[in-house]
Nanobody, 122 residues
Framework: QVQLVESGGGLVQPGGSLRLSCGAS????????MGWYRQAPGKQRELVAA???????NYADSVKGRFTISRDNGLNTVYLQMNSLKPEDTAVYYC????????????????WGKGTLVTVSS
């Protein structure tokens, strides 16, 4: 119905940068919010950043000032620019689409991507 595909993960040294991308495809009419979550080994999945279709953003305190979320509504794509990366940012990063309305009439749906691994290590 709706698929989310992430890209851009990888290995980076502390202090480095990465840019994650996530494209949503399928029978999409509108997506209210798109965001990024992460899950480190042995920890719960947590919100990293989210952005609404109107451009309002929300960030975890741990990434404020270092990460920037942006979105292209026309392409149903969300980006996460990650700067000044730290070893504690190492995790699998998941794309999320919330408040999805489809062309088939369904609404208020939530979808997840399969995740992309970000490793921050020297």
């Amino acid at each position: 119905q709706v698929q989310l595909v992430e890209s851009g993960g990888g290995l980076v040294q502390p202090g480095g940068s990465l840019r994650l991308s996530c494209g949503a495809s399928g029978s999409i009419s509108k997506i209210y919010a798109m965001g990024w979550y992460r899950q480190a080994p042995g920890k719960q999945r947590e919100l990293v950043a989210a952005i609404t279709s109107g451009g309002s953003t929300n960030y975890a305190d741990s990434v404020k000032g270092r990460f920037t979320i942006s979105r292209d509504n026309g392409l149903n794509t969300v980006y996460l620019q990650m700067n000044s990366l730290k070893p504690e940012d190492t995790a699998v990063y998941y794309c999320n689409a919330d408040g999805v309305f489809t062309t088939t009439g369904a609404g208020g749906l939530t979808f997840w991507g399969k995740g992309t691994l970000v490793t921050v290590s020297s």
